[in-house]
């Protein structure tokens, strides 16, 4: 979660990256988890379609179409990840991705690999409810595991 904005992505009108306001960021968060929504729920549904079209068309849509619905996807993901980091600043909390450490005020915790997977899955989807079950799928990539795995 960088709080870096990106040179390469344009900004939506009214963005202003170096807002002091949590108001304004937790706005841009909202926005741009929505448009990501709604981009991975248009891909979703396209896809299938394009499957049933000649190659030359498939070829043709994808190239003009999906490509650039998936690079506006990753830009929007890029923007999510600045507003994040940039709540984060804000708020006086900060995550060291290489430590594995996070910190608030004058604390500092240092978290095993696991855990700091767990956290930052739960800091992305925040604040959505995550059954136990996608847990354990997005988390530790198993939908097999128990969910009593969860709890330890």
Same mark, same amino acid.
């Given at each position: 979660? !960088? +709080?870096?904005?990106? !040179? +390469?992505?344009?900004?939506?009108? %009214?963005?202003?990256?170096?807002?002091?306001?949590?108001?304004?960021?937790?706005?841009?968060?909202? #926005? $741009?988890?929505?448009?990501?929504?709604?981009?991975?729920?248009?891909?979703?549904?396209? *896809? @299938? &379609?394009?499957?049933?079209?000649?190659?030359?068309?498939?070829?043709?849509? #994808?190239?003009?179409? #999906?490509?650039?619905?998936?690079?506006?996807?990753?830009?929007?993901? *890029?923007?999510?990840?600045? =507003? $994040? %980091?940039?709540?984060?600043?804000? /708020? %006086?909390? &900060?995550?060291?991705?290489?430590?594995?450490?996070?910190?608030?005020?004058?604390?500092?915790?240092?978290?095993?690999?696991?855990?700091?997977?767990?956290?930052?899955?739960?800091?992305?989807? !925040?604040?959505?409810?995550?059954?136990?079950? *996608?847990?354990?799928?997005?988390? =530790?990539?198993? %939908?097999?595991? @128990?969910? /009593?795995?969860?709890? +330890?």
């Amino acid at each position: 979660m !960088s +709080t870096r904005a990106s !040179s +390469t992505d344009p900004l939506l009108e %009214g963005e202003d990256p170096n807002t002091h306001f949590p108001r304004d960021v937790r706005h841009w968060i909202a #926005v $741009y988890r929505e448009m990501i929504e709604f981009n991975e729920e248009l891909l979703d549904r396209v *896809r @299938p &379609q394009i499957e049933r079209l000649p190659k030359a068309a498939r070829a043709e849509i #994808v190239k003009n179409d #999906v490509e650039m619905l998936e690079s506006q996807l990753q830009r929007y993901r *890029r923007r999510l990840d600045f =507003w $994040y %980091g940039r709540q984060w600043q804000l /708020e %006086g909390f &900060q995550i060291d991705h290489d430590q594995r450490t996070v910190s608030y005020m004058d604390r500092t915790i240092m978290l095993t690999k696991r855990e700091f997977q767990l956290f930052e899955l739960l800091v992305s989807r !925040s604040p959505s409810f995550i059954t136990p079950n *996608r847990l354990l799928v997005e988390a =530790w990539h198993d %939908g097999h595991l @128990p969910q /009593e795995t969860l709890r +330890t």
